[in-house]
């Protein structure tokens, strides 16, 4: 009951904040709207006193009365909300907001100690409700009545929901929807089988004309007809029937994701419910006149974006009230209106987040500012005069900047923007500011909808694939081998007009060497911030996908360089990089003269023969065992995850040997190499058996199959499997 309580209290001061900001904001604004928020405000504070009674809470009871009677007098024009009774009204908001946060065993002790200024506010607001002179005295207030206004508009239902079970209900959506693209190659191989069997039926009716049969013959022959046409009848049905479920499970995983996805959104008012208070208080404090306006409250913004987004609005509000907007005086001396304006505004565009603010205010002076940077010696005097307008507000981000002229307890120590900046970053967002002298100033923030969902460059690196979000890469590039230039041991490249350090991603990330699929060409991705920037040599480049992000196990800590996980549309699982952390990682190795010079592994190796290995087993601790084995002895090597995956891959790839378990789901090893021994194009494709299986009549078995090899697991202690491997092909 408590916890309802919590929830109520929350609800309601939300309302009584919201309401009575807006009265005061417009004092002679339309009637009917005035006596509509009235209304408003009279129920949030009876919901408070009904909720405050069940829960045993007097004092709250009593608080929640006194302005429950205020509203009610002020609906009846008994009295006028004004800025006093308004500034009264907020303490006993403020003190609903510090008792619905106090912790359940702390309540008791917390309001023994309120008693005395909880009286001194009881008293001053009763004395707000109290009617003037030769007015007529008001009456008790009347208990709201149950009905709600059919006029109002009806809050949503909503429920709370922990954020650890939420992220595991989208990661769970995720990974439905990766199921349902693994349907439509499954259904492909029936609709092989089903060829296969009509092949089947057209050669026996062949054999019924062509052979000469004794009549028992014949008879088993039309026995055979029959139940092939009886198999193709009941393969026909089941093929249709499994394409039409396939099509209605991947719309429905298709739907769940999106809503799982919509679930993890929040509107923006919910990030900036406590925006108009904060404004009114600070701008009370300063003596200035305020006013905000927030467009776009409804636009959906991720949970977490808008949790980051607090603090940076947050500190550009104040900054933009005690530095940007002018005194009355100083505004209506310069043909202003003595009420300044702060705009908040959020919308969706180009499938991107933009958040503006901005205010109508002085704006930055650019000399000034120019003048700030040589002082503190970010810049030589005469780069400072040739900085742009751009280069320049891009100095309002620095750690520490700030043009105050003194420092006070509410601003101009030079903290928030670079704060800004940083949280605009670690999202992979842009964030820059435009200034009117005279006029005003703009922030701009350009973010992604979600963190849930990124759009990423998959790679491979050691024969791993990685994925970096498109967001933080700069470009893209293939470098030429003969461009590649070396000073103090450190190399580099020179990528439109600039030079560019260049590190394998093996080195950062402690991988072994391998080689580039060519040999004269290095794929690299182009990354950093505006002071420095790095190209990443990786091994291939793999496409583009949208991935849906996976937290690691928090038991694992921070994983270097690694910010997350995420799974393909394939099933494959992948590490997300963590670009900050990996341009870190080069900033340390560079530090420490440990960056390797660029010597490509290919030269004299024969990587253009590197002979290309797939390795087929559902166990992953034994895929993987195999993978490194004979990456580390130079072959290149695919996975499959079973015996279908496995033929799938086999007919659509370019493989010189194959390696399979034996017991997998769907397709066992032995039938997966029956297949390939019977395909006219991989007939002649060599097989190995890894199996745990030692009997002799599993081994005859195999070997039977066409397999070339039969090895026991065991056989990762020494080198048979490398031995055999090499026997094959070489």
Known sequence: MLELFRMEVETQTAALNDNLLALESEPEGDRAIAAKRLETLMRAAHSIKGAARIVGLDPAVQIAHVMEDYFVSAQKGEIRLDSQATDVLLQGVDWFGRLGQCPEREISQWLAQQADPLADLIAAISNLASPAPDAPDAPDAPDAPDAPDALQPQPQRVVRVNA????????????????????????????????????????????????????????????????????????????????????????????????????????????????????????????????????????????????????????????????????????????????????????????????????????????????????????????????????????????????????????????????????????????????????????????????????????????????????????????????????????????????????????????????????????????????????????????????????????????????????????LPLLIVDVADLVRSIDRLITEGNLHLLENPARGTGANQQKRILVVDDSIAVREMERKLLQNHGYRVDVAVDGMEGWNALRAGNYDLAITDIDMPRMNGIELIRLIKEHPSLKSLPAIVVSYKDRQEDQIAGLNAGADYYLTKSSFHDNSLLEAVADLIG
């Not at 908040?344 to 180009?350: E, Q």
């Not at 979600?450 to 690196?461: G, H, N, Q, Y």
């Open 164 to 571: 650890d079970n939420l992220e595991q209900f989208v990661a769970l959506a995720g990974e439905a929807l990766v199921e349902a693209n693994w349907l439509p190659s499954f259904i492909d191989t029936l609709q092989h089988l089903k060829q296969q069997q009509q092949r089947l039926s057209t050669r026996l009716e062949k054999l019924q004309q062509e052979a000469h049969l004794s009549p028992l013959g014949r008879q088993h022959l039309a026995e055979a007809q029959t139940i092939a046409r009886e198999c193709q009848t009941r393969l026909s049905d089941r093929w249709e029937g499994l394409e039409q479920f396939s099509r209605r499970f991947g719309q429905l995983s298709e739907n769940l994701y999106r809503e799982a996805i919509a679930s993890q959104m929040r509107p923006f008012a919910d990030g900036v419910g406590g925006f108009p208070r904060m404004v009114r208080d600070l701008a009370k404090q300063l003596d200035k006149r305020v006013k905000l306006e927030i467009e776009g409250q409804d636009t959906r913004v991720d949970r977490d974006i808008l949790e980051k987004l607090e603090a940076p609005l947050t500190q550009m509000l104040r900054n933009a009230i005690v530095h940007g907007i002018e005194s009355p005086a100083n505004r209506q001396a310069g043909g202003k209106p003595e009420t300044g304006l702060l705009r908040l505004k959020a919308s969706h565009r180009a499938g991107m987040l933009f958040i503006t603010v901005s205010d109508d205010g002085c704006g930055i002076d650019l000399e000034r500012l120019r003048r700030s940077i040589v002082e503190k010696q970010l810049a030589t005097p005469d780069l400072a005069a040739r900085l742009s307008e751009a280069e320049l507000m891009e100095f309002l981000f620095l750690p520490g900047f700030s043009t105050a002229d003194r420092v006070t307890e509410i601003a101009g120590r030079g903290v928030g923007l670079d704060i800004a900046k940083s949280m605009v970053q670690e999202v992979g967002g842009v964030l820059r500011a435009v200034s009117s002298p005279g006029q005003g100033l703009e922030f701009h923030f350009q973010l992604p909808l979600t963190l849930s969902v990124i759009r990423a460059l998959l790679v491979e690196i050691a024969g791993e694939a990685y994925a970096f979000n498109l967001a933080r890469i700069d470009r893209v590039v293939l470098v030429p081998q003969e461009e590649i230039r070396s000073s103090e041991n450190r190399p580099y490249a020179v990528i439109n007009e600039e030079n560019i350090s260049l590190v394998r991603a093996q080195q950062v990330l402690e991988l072994p060497e391998t080689a580039p699929d060519s040999p004269d060409c290095f794929p690299t991705i182009v990354l950093g911030d505006r002071d420095r920037r790095y190209g990443i040599i990786v091994d291939r480049f793999l496409g583009e996908r949208n991935l849906v992000v996976r937290p690691l196990d928090s038991r694992l800590g921070k994983v270097q360089d690694i910010s997350a996980a995420a799974i393909t549309e394939e099933g």
